[in-house]
DNA sequence: TCGTCAAGTGACTGAAGGTCATTTGTTCGC
DNA sequence: GCGAACAAATGACCTTCAGTCACTTGACGA
């Protein structure tokens, strides 16, 4: 079971977390299993009381560290957006040369293509998530969300000379409506998959996320080269 | 009060519906007032009972006409989505000769502009609408979506000499992308209103609907010319 | 060793989607 | 017109689930 090795994460802490750093790893622990429960099925199918029942805590615990279920993904989103994040600086920073459009969308679309939970979470955020938060709750989030845009944004700019300045954080907006969009596409809910896979005849409506965010990408940098 | 008219409508039907005239009658009712109370609110917060009664009937005779919350808002979704393209045709064929991209971007963007609920709801399709819903009643929409795609894929081609076989299709699945992300960014829920309004330092995560979609379709439209 | 306190618990609550036995308006044959 | 028959409408009831809170108990310091 995959609960297996984060239940025994959580028995090797002691029973109540009195240190930071146990409350930390407890909480933690919570966001794993949330995610390890919302891989397997979808938002809506994920549990509070499953949650706790795998982290093999009582649901109320669970309600000491995420006073919401959304705010409970809401961080499981801000570790995952955050790690992509300091994963793409890296991948940039490391080949300090002009870069090429096609190359930065590969570049940005691949990082991309094992993070399924990270983009569908991404496409949840303001329809799902920030309808039950508090604005305490989201500000850091938002201040965080602005200053990796500004960052990522700068270092595009400049690794693609043709961009002008103010044209890198905008090419992270329309990157993150084409994930959102894009895979909520790609990503259809069973029902969805059952009915496309029923009839051929829709196969035009599938969409493979990696490759169209590719193209998708690709053709935009080439407009903004063509100017 | 906007229910009053409706309500009107309502006692003006029998109060069995009996005739298949009468049922659709009702159920346009059960649909209008559903989308007089989503424009006002948002999905989570517009219950079956007060649907209900707004359209001066009992909450279990709107389950008579459509099965599930989630079946409602995608018969609604359907309405305003195909009476969109409808629209959309009419610009096109309106005038045949050659037209540019960003005209195109222009005319496209602009025929979102006062449809909020329905972008609104494209961005719930994937992620709350086919939770909840058989096969049965997706495959119509979804046979719908795809006549409509190629249709407007077909004229938008014609318009537009340097697109390829194939890419008019393609040029709207990237606008659903678009619209579907661009959405989210631009009508955040109150909470998120709320935050970005007190902190002047985060405009940059301000997105006007219309401009950004008009800047991300001309671009990627100029894209698919400069090849 | 024991008192204190906060972490943890789980029975309980409220809210909302969804059901169904019963009621009643409508129609149609006479 | 009348009444039997049918199906539309009803709303009390059921179920599920997020979220609460009075109570329990483990950890730690004195």
Redesign the interface.
Known sequence: MASTSAAKANRALPQRARKDEDKEARRQLILNEALALYQAT???EVKMADVAGRAMLAKGTVFLYFPTKEALFLALLEDLLFAWFARLDELLAEDTSAWTGPRLARTVAESLEGEEALT?LL??????L??????EQ??PF??R??AA??RAGTLVEQRLSFLHAGEG?RFF??L???????R??A???P??R???E??P??A??R?DFTA?LTT?L??????????
Do not use: F
């Open positions: 979808s938002y809506a569908r496409a949840l955020l303001q329809t799902v920030e309808q039950n938060v508090t604005a989201l500000r938002k201040e969300l602005l845009l500004v954080p907006i329309h993150h409506a084409l994930v959102t969009g894009l909520q596409m990503d259809v809910a029902v969805a059952e009915v496309l029923a009839l005849h829709l035009p409506l969409v169209e998708a690709s053709t935009l940098l080439r407009g903004l080269e063509s100017r």
